[in-house]
């Protein structure tokens, strides 16, 4: 049958690489490596809900998340500046 479900907890991550795209508005971009400028360690506060459906000898899984990130991503941030990882993710599944 239909098993719905909520969640909430914490989140860890490790950024393995950032990238930036920087135009001159002229038309001209540079993709630029800042992966060695930022906090590579990340964590946040996850809420969400879905739904398990059965379909054959397996289950669909339809889900959504919240993520709230905690952490800082700048390394050596002067006061006041901060940039946080926070997103919605939806997501599909397969479970067998």
Known sequence: GTSPYILA???VGYILNQKVVMSDGAGSE???DIT???NRLLYG???GGGVELQAGGMNVLLEARY???LSN???DAEAGESVKATSLSLMVGIKF
């Open 30 to 32: 540079e993709e630029v």
């Open 67 to 69: 993520r709230l990130g």
């Open 9 to 11: 907890g914490g989140e």
């Open 73 to 75: 991503l700048i390394k």
């Open 45 to 47: 506060v996850v809420f």
């Open 36 to 38: 060695d400028e930022i």
